[in-house]
């Protein structure tokens, strides 16, 4: 299996980010989540900044996950959006996520860009390794119309909410593999969200305390 550099991002351009924006809310806190101690509203993070991104000649590939523990040091407008894009598909996630029989979902926002014209891609080959584990999705929330054809004209997209078990740790090394391909990359956004972490609950604690 040969690995993949991380590539420009290129994604969540004018009609990325309005698509996306357009989209998100709340999801049943899972475990995770709520011993999680970390206060909303004091995250200068951007997407870019820890979005996992690889491509494979026809696309590129973007993961972001939507774990509490994740978005919550994410910039407040984007954190919004991605809780209202959650909140909006909340019924379709509830669903995919009682037919698998999972009571705590993780969900991971995954992005198709097409690189070349007619790009194909395989949206259930997405996977992940965490802690040693291979998951793959028991559940996949489209956002896009032509996400059902599974194929892209250049520059375009494909967005869905891809619904995982429990189990995968953000905190950790994670990688993410599609058709044979891995990339690691996650581990330096580990590095930065640990960091911002530190810096939210300074932060906070300095609000509370002036």
Not at 42 to 51: A, E, F, S
Request: avoid cysteine.
């Amino acid at each position: 299996m040969r690995r993949l550099g991380a590539k420009r991002l290129r994604g969540w351009a004018a009609k990325g980010g309005l698509l996306v924006a357009g989209f998100l809310a709340a999801y049943p806190h899972s475990p995770l989540a709520a011993q999680d101690s970390l206060p909303v509203g004091y995250g200068t993070l951007k997407r870019d900044d820890i979005v996992v991104r690889f491509a494979t000649g026809q696309v590129e590939i973007q993961i972001l996950p939507l774990d509490e523990q994740v978005i919550r040091l994410l910039a407040s407008d984007t954190y919004r959006s991605l809780r209202d894009l959650i909140k909006s598909k909340q019924t379709d996630i509830d669903d995919q996520a009682q037919r698998a029989g999972v009571r705590h979902p993780t969900l991971v926002l995954v992005t198709f860009f097409g690189d070349v014209p007619q790009a194909r891609f395989v949206a259930e080959d997405v996977n992940l390794t965490s802690r040693g584990r291979l998951f793959r999705s028991v559940g996949i929330v489209p956002l896009s119309p032509v996400w059902s054809s599974q194929q892209l004209e250049a520059h375009q997209q494909a967005v869905a909410i891809y619904v995982f078990e429990e189990g995968i740790s953000f905190r950790e090394q994670l990688t993410v593999s599609y058709e044979g391909l891995t990339s690691d990359s996650w581990s330096r956004a580990a590095r930065v969200l640990d960091q911002e972490r530190a810096r939210v609950l300074a932060r906070a604690q300095a609000k509370q305390n002036p």
